[in-house]
């Protein structure tokens, strides 16, 4: 493979990532099957990597994808005996917006493809996130179908084998075809019973931006932006539901670290040595603005309003030192309670070993190393190893650390763990 070719497939890989999801969802609005949408989808990228090195990169990449993947359809479509009456409710498709403005049409469209928002991503997740599916995997579907995480991505994310993941992605997406699920926007009554699947998801999205699980760099800021545009919709569109405005909260405040998070040779810099100027003031303030709505409205404060909370507490420090460990512990605490979770156990552990001491959090961290729930994930080490460091104990920190970099697949993370190890030789 040529330079070239390299460059192409890079620069298509990166279209792909970013323009996935809306690719598929606007697929899917003309086929209504999810699976069927990301198989066209995935035959318009094998297209471009077949096209673009030749033809070059063209000035929409977005567009001529969408446009490919369309081609497909249709031509599904015209093989199903369904010709003449598929192709003009695809021709009223793609001239959708024409018919908005015209006043005779505007009544016949607004009866089958009524949508508040406008949004094919979002009417994707909600589709996805139908309630006839096992929650977890319409979790797993949704993110799958986003466009941004890989099965390798989705199994982290759950602790589970990938091979049980694949599988259950090719189920829900074989139950939402057969059952001939629509695809739309629920209505405000079916709204709410698929709003924790869907936040769950777009808050996973929005991890895999904020620490990539494999490639070359530790961020991938475009799934970050994303799913904190999508969540934004959703505060808009159900403005009483006060953890859609926690979750929104929760993203804006850790963006607001996203160019802090990485050097300027793409290097991973921890939260304790990160340069807190460079930390987005405005993101904070929105952030700050959205949780004081998330705790305004009436229902208690579930768990991701629990979590901007704490993200709240490092925004609030001017450095380091002046961070709050013991309100964070607290809140962890009351998080751990309220949805118990080895991962949460983890991050209370990290807090309390900085309110109380090493030891305390030590104790944590020994506790769940007993248990299988968190054996393969690589910060169960990575977090013990900097707890002794703390106490001095360098050997069995070197150790921590070189185990950590041999469980995660981010070639930058491995780097940092591999350098602590080596720092811990030096003392």
Not at 66 to 74: F, Q
Not at 109 to 114: A, P, Q
Request: net charge neutral; glycine share 6%; hydrophobic share 45%.
């Amino acid at each position: 493979m040529t330079r070239q070719d390299l460059e192409s497939r890079k620069a298509i890989e990166a279209v792909w990532r970013i323009e996935a999801a809306s690719i598929i969802g606007g697929v899917a609005r003309i086929v209504r099957d999810v699976g069927l949408a990301e198989e066209f989808a995935q035959d318009a990228l094998l297209a471009a990597l077949e096209h673009w090195p030749v033809d070059g990169i063209p000035e929409k990449p977005g567009a001529w994808l969408l446009t490919t993947a369309r081609r497909r359809a249709l031509d599904h479509l015209r093989h199903k005996r369904f010709a003449a009456e598929k192709a003009m409710e695809i021709g009223r498709e793609l001239d959708f917006q024409h018919e908005l403005a015209t006043a005779a049409h505007a009544e016949a469209v607004d009866t089958r493809l009524d949508d508040p928002v406008g949004d094919d991503t979002l009417r994707l997740i909600f589709t996805a996130c139908h309630p006839m599916l096992p929650a977890e995997s319409r979790c797993m579907l949704t993110l799958r179908v986003m466009g941004g995480l890989s099965t390798t991505e989705i199994a982290r994310a759950y602790l589970k084998p990938e091979p049980t993941v694949a599988q259950r992605i090719v189920r829900a997406k074989r139950a939402l075809s057969q059952a001939r699920i629509p695809f739309e926007l629920p209505t405000a009554a079916e709204l709410h019973p698929r709003l924790g699947t869907v936040l769950e998801v777009l808050y996973l999205i929005f991890n895999e931006g904020y620490a990539a699980t494999t490639g070359g760099e530790w961020t991938r800021p475009a799934l970050c932006e994303e799913a904190t545009r999508l969540t934004r919709m959703l505060t808009g569109l159900m403005p009483g539901e006060s953890e859609a405005f926690g979750l929104l909260a929760l993203m804006e405040l850790q963006a607001s670290r996203l160019k802090a998070r990485v050097s300027s040779d793409g290097e991973p810099v921890l939260l304790m040595d990160q340069d807190r100027s460079r930390w987005d003031r405005i993101r904070i303030h929105q952030g700050l603005t959205a949780l004081a709505r998330a705790e305004a409205l009436p229902s208690s404060p579930g768990s991701y309003t629990l979590q901007a909370a704490i993200a709240a507490c490092h925004a609030r420090a001017s450095a380091p030192e002046h961070t709050d460990w013991g309100q964070i512990a607290a809140l962890y605490g009351t998080l751990a309670r309220l949805t118990p979770s080895p991962i949460i156990e983890l991050n209370r552990a990290v807090a309390v070993g900085m309110a109380s001491g090493p030891e305390d959090g030590l104790a944590i961290v020994d506790a769940l190393c007993n248990g299988q729930a968190l054996q393969g994930y690589h910060l169960l080490p990575s977090v013990r190893g900097d707890l002794l460091l703390r106490l001095n104990r360098r050997d069995e920190a070197r150790i921590e650390f070189e185990r950590a970099a041999t469980l995660t697949r981010n070639t930058r993370e491995q780097a940092l763990l591999r350098s602590r190890a080596e720092r811990c030789n030096q003392g």
